[in-house]
């Protein structure tokens, strides 16, 4: 899988076959990324539209701009949230929830522990 993806640096393939378990949740998220891009400009000349080629985005990537900004942007978030919602979820082999104290301002009536999808990522 990881060698079909047309773009990766020698260093994110080895992170991709390294991770391949995290490589959907990835996928998932860019899917995600892009659809949200699109719903905030579908009203505008740029509306976030993608090439039906392997680069996705074509040649937008390459230049300098704030449409290119932003799709890096919103697609960065994307990918932090589902890999967040997959590790989450146990589908992930290297990660875990968050081992931090319970804070000293809770509430003491409050219970403290489980995962969720915002904890940070070790």
Partial sequence: MCSKIVGLTPGQRRICRRHKD???AVGLGVRKG????????RDRR???SITRDETVFGPLTLIASRETAFTHAITAAG?????SRACRDGT???CGCSRANRPRHLHKDWLWGGCGDLDLMP
């Fill in 46 to 48: 740029w509306n976030c």
């Fill in 92 to 94: 992930l082999s290297s």
């Fill in 34 to 41: 892009i659809q949200e891009c699109q719903h905030q400009f």
């Fill in 22 to 24: 995290h490589m959907p």
């Fill in 79 to 83: 990918v932090s949230l589902s890999l």
